[in-house]
């Protein structure tokens, strides 16, 4: 038989991927399929769980049937998946509802709870405030609007947890998505629910085990899908945040994770859920983090090239390069500041914001193309370490991982800004590796989550910040956020029908 490997499974927002993995942390194979979505209402974003699981089925099968891989060798599967939304199962196991966090329905509910003070009482016990995609959120609206839905409900579940359902035919959650239940005592609280008016639900909550401990075994029927071998040991996995994080080897207190994607995510690992600033807390391995996003990160710079980039799209075309090349080329030659122009990354709004706009401030004739799009590098920049200050100020180990930390440029602001050095891991399916290290702890490949980072996990390179540049960017962080603040009023009235 081959050396073992390990099967992590990422499914996003926006993509889903599978990957094999050797116990050294190796790429052996991996697929992407776009993340299913649903009717495209507005303020909707359903999540079928049969396509769910089909994209995810076909991603493994194509994984477990590269020329690459034994699939005898596989020692174990890990899964990592979108947190918050909202998954439910009947009383058979069947779906009665899937959202993903990126829906709005239940905004009116939400500022129902703030007026009437619901939503402080509930924060006050679970130490972060419900947003609105939350299953909180979503539970009180299904509760309110599809009664008999509601009624139907018999299992909460996370997207993650409907896959390993599929793939071991087991219920349940690992500890860090549990803990999106959890008040004080560290355990479930049913005093939020019934804060919310929705005591019902309490009893519908999974049980939970650790992300590293096996919640189950591959089926026959999950086999004949997947290519896996039946018996295959399924770990509990992690909410997507926190299988990047270990997949970059982000475990302690003092280490933080900047995810550089479509959206951008500010992680901050911390030794107790108090410990840090504001954000959304959750328990993570043997310790806690804390993060909170933007929902357009390289989305930011994606769409300004595609809008404005002609130019340097040509260039690529005559010297036969990724475009990305000629734009990171752009931004290095660019100044420091770019020439005096903020750019404010809200274009889908925030996790903080959901109404926040985007935005160019200090705009005049003299400014180019190409300072703009170095303060679009910027802006995302600043967000992110701004968001990661916020959540702990003793982040000194920042890692930068996403498809953003390819760019060298973009991660050298990132050192200048944040002013401390930082790393980009080795290694580009950092969620699926997470994913398959909680496979592998499962499995007895590593005695636990430390030891698989420390074989598992290396650093690519490292950005030292440059002295004067961070002195530099501490006025341009301050001006980003003061502007930032003056502007917020602006964004509900940019926000009315009128303006859409």
């Known amino acids: 038989m081959s050396d073992p490997l390990l099967v992590g499974v990422d499914a996003g927002l926006t993509n889903t991927k599978a990957a094999a993995f050797t116990r050294d942390g190796e790429t052996v194979a991996v697929e992407t399929r776009e993340t299913p979505s649903g009717d495209g209402l507005p303020g909707r974003d359903d999540q079928d769980h049969d396509a769910l699981w089909e994209a995810v089925a076909d991603t493994i099968a194509t994984v477990t049937g590269d020329d690459a891989v034994d699939p005898e060798s596989v020692a174990g599967v890990g899964v990592a998946g979108h947190g918050h939304g909202l998954y439910a199962l009947d009383a058979d196991d069947s779906p009665v509802v899937g959202i993903k966090s990126t829906d709005s329905r239940a905004m009116s509910r ?10 402080a009482a509930a924060t006050d016990r679970l130490g972060w405030e419900p947003f609105g995609a939350d299953p909180f959120s979503l539970l009180a609206w299904l509760k309110s609007e599809r009664p008999a839905a509601y009624s139907k409900v018999e299992t909460v579940l996370f997207c993650k947890d409907v896959i390993t359902h599929r793939l071991t035919g087991r219920l349940g959650t690992d500890t860090m ?3 999106v239940f959890y008040g004080p005592d560290d355990d479930y609280d049913p005093s939020v629910f019934d804060t919310f008016d929705i005591p019902e639900a309490f009893d519908a909550l999974p049980r939970v085990v650790e992300s590293t401990s096996v919640c189950g075994e591959v089926t026959e029927s999950a086999a004949a899908a997947t290519g896996l071998p039946t018996g295959t040991p399924v770990a509990a996995g992690l909410h997507d945040v926190g299988a990047c ?18 959206w951008g995510q500010s992680v901050a690992v911390l030794d107790d859920p108090d410990g840090g600033g504001t954000g959304l807390p959750r328990r993570f391995l043997d310790n806690w983090i804390r993060y909170r996003g933007i929902r357009s990160g390289t989305a930011c710079v994606d769409w300004f090239v595609d809008e404005f980039g002609d130019k340097w799209r040509a260039e690529a075309d005559e010297r036969g ?3 990305y090349v000629v734009y990171d080329e752009t931004v290095a030659d660019a100044p420091v500041g770019a020439g005096g122009v903020i ?5 889908s709004g925030s996790t903080d914001y959901p109404e926040a706009r985007g935005g160019f401030y200090g705009l005049t004739l003299d400014h180019s193309g190409e300072e703009l799009l170095r303060a679009v590098y910027e802006g995302v920049a600043i967000a992110q370490c701004t968001g990661l200050a916020d959540l702990s100020s003793g982040v000194s180990d920042l890692r930068l991982t996403g498809g953003g930390a390819r760019s060298e440029v973009w991660s050298e602001t990132f050192a200048d800004i944040h002013g401390n050095p930082v790393s980009v891991p080795d290694g580009d399916e950092l969620g699926a590796r997470g994913a398959a290290l909680c496979a592998g ?6 005695e636990d989550h430390r030891a698989a980072t420390s074989i598992a996990v290396d650093v690519n390179r490292t950005h030292d910040p440059d002295p004067e540049t961070v002195t530099t960017y501490r006025h341009l962080v301050d001006t980003f956020e003061r502007v930032r603040e003056d502007v917020r009023p602006t964004w509900k009235l940019l926000n009315r029908d009128g303006w859409k």
């Open 110 to 119: 939400l500022e129902e709870w703030r007026a009437d003070g619901t939503l």
């Open 177 to 179: 998505e549990g803990s």
């Open 245 to 262: 994080a270990l997949g970059a080897g982000a475990i302690r207190p003092g280490q933080g994770v900047v995810i550089l994607g479509t």
């Open 321 to 323: 390069v990724n475009p």
């Open 343 to 347: 750019f404010h990354p809200y274009l």
């Open 441 to 446: 702890v499962a499995a007895d490949l590593y």
